[in-house]
């Protein structure tokens, strides 16, 4: 099967499910379809702080499982996104071991986590993008350019609400990672007083 490869082009929560759930956009890198996947609050976060370019002082997990493979001398080559049954996206990693090709399944949110770390290409095949594949006009795709640009390392906490922003504050807080939580503390600033806050 063809294979397309994609890159980030957002991270938002999603307006239509529960609250702890985020929408990560990805978009063809040649091309104009966009690939939207609804994820978990802790992997947008893993998600986040690497496009952020956070260093924290301890491995979080993805961290771990990437530094684990370097040590044993595998490198992850490619996640490929690859399957869509019953509204759900199926992936996987494509690892090098010694010049041996390993297989191993994922959910495409950790494959895109791990995939940031590892400064690894990220893939759809195309019949998924045929599937849930959604189109993007000029002035959309103009608009999403000066928003969120794809570049890695753009700072992009400010696409965030000040519920989300807390949310991972709290949670930057909880894993004794000052560095993050200042870092969010910061956009909370900028965001200003609350509106509830002023209307007392």
Same mark, same amino acid.
């Given at each position: 099967?063809?294979?397309?490869?994609? &890159?980030?082009? /957002?991270?938002?929560?999603?307006?239509?499910? %529960? $609250?702890?759930?985020? =929408?990560?956009?990805?978009? #063809?890198? $040649?091309?104009?379809?966009?690939?939207?996947? +609804?994820?978990?609050? %802790?992997?947008?976060?893993?998600?986040?702080? &690497?496009?952020?370019?956070?260093?924290?002082?301890?491995?979080?997990?993805?961290?771990?499982?990437?530094?684990?493979?370097? &040590?044993? /001398?595998?490198?992850? +080559?490619?996640?490929?996104?690859?399957?869509?049954?019953? *509204?759900?996206?199926?992936?996987?990693?494509?690892?090098?071991?010694?010049?041996?090709?390993?297989?191993?399944?994922?959910?495409?949110?950790?494959?895109?986590?791990?995939?940031?770390?590892?400064?690894? %290409?990220?893939?759809?095949? #195309?019949? +998924?993008?045929?599937?849930? /594949?959604?189109?993007? =006009?000029?002035?959309?795709?103009?608009?999403?350019?000066?928003?969120? %640009?794809?570049?890695?390392?753009?700072?992009?906490?400010?696409?965030?609400?000040?519920?989300?922003?807390?949310?991972?504050?709290?949670?930057?807080?909880?894993?004794?990672?000052?560095?993050?939580?200042?870092?969010?503390?910061?956009?909370?600033?900028?965001?200003?007083?609350?509106?509830?806050? *002023?209307?007392?």
């Amino acid at each position: 099967m063809a294979k397309v490869e994609m &890159e980030i082009a /957002g991270l938002s929560r999603s307006p239509t499910e %529960p $609250y702890s759930a985020f =929408v990560i956009m990805l978009r #063809e890198r $040649y091309g104009s379809r966009r690939l939207p996947i +609804v994820i978990g609050f %802790p992997e947008a976060h893993a998600i986040n702080i &690497e496009l952020e370019n956070i260093k924290h002082p301890r491995p979080l997990t993805h961290d771990l499982f990437i530094n684990t493979l370097r &040590e044993l /001398g595998v490198s992850l +080559v490619e996640v490929i996104i690859d399957r869509l049954q019953d *509204s759900t996206f199926y992936a996987h990693l494509i690892l090098d071991s010694g010049g041996q090709e390993v297989v191993v399944d994922c959910r495409p949110s950790d494959g895109i986590a791990l995939a940031l770390r590892a400064r690894a %290409p990220i893939y759809c095949e #195309e019949d +998924v993008l045929e599937q849930a /594949g959604q189109p993007v =006009v000029e002035e959309e795709e103009e608009r999403e350019e000066r928003q969120t %640009p794809p570049s890695r390392g753009t700072r992009r906490s400010s696409n965030l609400t000040r519920e989300e922003l807390k949310r991972l504050l709290e949670e930057a807080l909880a894993n004794e990672d000052y560095e993050t939580a200042a870092r969010l503390r910061d956009e909370l600033r900028k965001l200003g007083p609350a509106e509830e806050e *002023s209307d007392n």
